[in-house]
């Protein structure tokens, strides 16, 4: 394991969701609350963070880059951790810029960030100019990808296994699924090598939010890659593979942070029977899954909510339709 740069306000609580239990007649379902790991709205870039910028410390950085969607949570939680950390933020942002800036966009600017606007498909290859020309300018730039998904972050969510598996164990609970919306993969990665490291038994799925099943590349061969270098990062001497994954693409709907009915109605369900606020694009679409089948296994589900509420202003209208 490599250093840690603490961010996170854990453990995170394991929640019984009885109310949706009753109204739905399922069997029992559990929520781990990693929207509320803290900084600066929570979710679940705060734990895969806590090593990254450990790391960019480590190498006497002086600026992060990092890259996502105008709505992404990463970037929020990025800055902000930037902030913590005494480190200058800059991040590039696929598309133009909105006249009325809200959600995650608001306090990427709140939060003091230098945002960069590009092509969507260009993101990357922007990132790695401004990081260049930082270098040339005699700055010190570290580069985050995606979602902070490399064996650095996703260490994160090797030890939010084991504090979940602590807390089952407590709990005297045993669920046979966890679920859990899955886009760059550091989360489901780092959840199925904890997985592997601290014994749980039962199945984790991720609920694709992006990718479909037929990608260039397998989606469960990405996993598989960023799970062993997260393997290799600890110094331990497990290694997955792609059939060690379980994905669900079923609910892609009409695409990435196109909201639906899926999605809608989760969001209703949960803030109504619970009160407790999912987002639009992740768990919005991810609990959706559960409400639509994935509870169905035996043992219970425990359903990760990877935070995200944040996004929730910025898809106004299409929340309420
Ligand atoms: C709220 C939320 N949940 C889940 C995810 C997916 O996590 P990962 O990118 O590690 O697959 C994200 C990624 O941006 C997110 O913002």
């Not at 489901?188 to 694709?208: E, N």
């Not at 792609?242 to 109605?265: I, M």
Request: charged share 20%; net charge neutral; proline share 5%.
């Amino acid at each position: 394991m490599t250093d840690r740069f603490p961010l996170a306000q854990l453990p995170t609580p394991i929640e019984r969701l009885s109310r949706l239990e009753k109204a739905l007649g399922v069997g029992p379902l559990w929520i781990k609350r990693d929207d509320q790991t803290g900084l600066a709205l929570g979710g679940n870039k705060t734990r895969k963070l806590e090593f990254l910028i450990a790391d960019a410390l480590a190498q006497h950085a002086d600026v992060i880059l990092t890259a996502g969607a105008p709505q992404s949570n990463h970037c929020r939680q990025t800055a902000a951790a930037a902030v913590r950390a005494g480190i200058l933020c800059e991040l590039i942002l696929g598309g133009a810029p909105p006249p009325d800036p809200n959600g995650n966009l608001l306090l990427d600017g709140m939060l003091g960030a230098k945002l960069h606007w590009t092509d969507r498909e260009r993101r990357l290859e922007t990132m790695a100019g401004i990081a260049a020309e930082r270098t040339k300018a005699g700055m010190r730039p570290y580069v985050i990808p995606y979602g902070g998904s490399n064996g650095v972050g996703a260490q994160g969510y090797v030890l939010a296994m084991k504090e979940a598996v602590v807390q089952m164990k407590e709990m005297g609970i045993a669920p046979a699924t966890m679920i859990v919306a899955s886009s760059s993969g550091g989360t489901q990665a780092g959840l199925a090598l904890g997985a592997r490291l601290y014994g749980y038994q039962g199945r984790v799925i991720g609920i694709s939010i992006d990718k479909g099943e037929r990608g260039p590349e397998r989606y469960e061969e990405e996993l598989a890659v960023l799970a062993n270098a997260t393997a290799e990062v600890m110094k331990v001497p497990m290694r997955l593979t792609a059939d060690d994954f379980h994905v669900d693409y079923r609910f892609l709907g009409a695409g990435y942070g196109v909201v639906g009915d899926v999605e809608r109605t989760a969001l209703r369900l949960m803030a109504q029977q619970e009160g407790i606020l999912l987002d639009p694009v992740y768990t919005g679409r991810a609990f959706g899954a559960v409400l639509q089948g994935e509870k169905e296994g035996p043992g219970g589900v425990l359903f990760w909510h990877t935070g995200g509420a944040a996004a929730l202003f910025a898809y106004a209208k299409d929340v309420m339709e």
